[in-house]
C-alpha cells in the first residue's frame, strides 16, 4: 500500500523546530555514550561483585539500553501521533513504527523501576512495597493500551487515560519508597528521599499540565464535532499516512514533554543501572543482622 503524505508548508523550516530537534539529537548521542560508558564501568567492576549484585546490574544495563536506543530513535525521528505529524518522509517516520517503539522502551523502563523496588521491597520486608513492584509493569502494560486506542482512533480521552495511568504509578512508586525509606541506612536514605521528590514533580507535572493538556484537547475535538476512526481505520492510517511539517505552530505543544521525557527520564534510566541499595540478596542481608533486628525489619 503506498504511503499517504502531506508536506505542510514544506519550504518554510521554523528556526524553533529545527534547533529544538538539534538539540534532541545532541542529547540522544549524549544519552548513548552515558549508557555505554555506564557498561564499560559495570564490567571493570564485576570482578568485585557478588553474583546477585552482577545479575541485577545486568539486568538494569539490558532494560535500560532498551530505552536509552528508544528515546534515541524518538528523538532523531520525532513523531507527533494524532495528527500523523513528523519531521521527514520516510517509513521509519510512520506513526505505527514510532509507537511501537514506544511501547517496548517503556516497558523496559516500568521494567527497570519494577526490578529496583521487588528487590528493595523483599530486602526491606515491605509487603506494600512489593505489591507496587509486582502491579507496575501491568499499569503501564495498561496505558499502554490507552495510548495505543488514542493514536489509532484519534480520541484524546485515551490520552487522559494513559497519562492519568502514568501518573498513578509515579505516585504509587513514590508511595512504596517512602514505605521503605525508615529502613534505610543514611546514605541509601537520601537516594530514595531524592527519588521521591522527583517522583512527585513528576506527579505535578502530569496532573497540572499533562493530562489537562489532552483533557483540553478532548473538549475542542468534542465542541467541533470530531469523527473518530475505528481501530481498523486508524491501524491504516497510521501505517500509511505522514503529514510533514517543520512549522513551530505544529509542534510547539509536544516540545515541553518530549524534551523532558528524551533527557531526564532516560538520565534516570540509566541511574538505575548504578544502584546497590536492593541488590545484595535477602539471604546474605539475614545473615549478617540480629534476631533483634530481623523482628524490627531488615535496613537497606
Known sequence: MLSTVVIANDSVVSVGVASWWASLCVVAAVNIAAWSWTGAALRRRSVSMTVDSLAASR???????????????????????????????????????????????????????????????????????????????????IAEICSWYAVLTTTNLAHVAENSTWALSALLVTAAMLAILPRCEAPRRRVLLAWCLAGLAYVAFMVLFDVPTYWARHLADEALGRHYMTLA????????????????????????????????????????????????SLTARKAKISPAATTSGARI
Open 233 to 280: 481505520q486508524g491501524l491504516a492510517d497510521v501505517a500509511t499516512r505522514r503529514v510533514v511539517s517543520y512549522r513551530w505552530e505544529d509542534w510547539k505543544t509536544e516540545v515541553v514533554w518530549m524534551t523532558l521525557y528524551f533527557s531526564v527520564a532516560v538520565w534516570f534510566s540509566i541511574s538505575l543501572i548504578n544502584v546497590r541499595v536492593p541488590l545484595m
Open 59 to 141: 539486568m538494569q544495563l539490558m532494560l535500560s539500553g532498551v530505552y536509552v536506543l528508544g528515546c534515541a530513535f524518538r528523538s532523531v525521528l520525532p513523531v507527533y501521533d494524532i495528527p500523523r505529524l513528523c519531521l521527514f518522509d520516510l517509513w521509519l517516520s510512520s506513526v505505527v513504527v514510532g509507537r511501537s517503539v514506544a511501547t517496548v522502551a517503556e516497558l523496559a523502563f516500568a521494567g527497570q523501576w519494577a526490578l529496583l523496588l521487588h528487590a528493595a521491597a523483599t530486602a526491606a520486608q515491605s509487603s506494600f512495597a512489593r505489591t507496587v513492584a509486582l502491579l507496575l509493569v501491568p499499569l503501564i502494560a
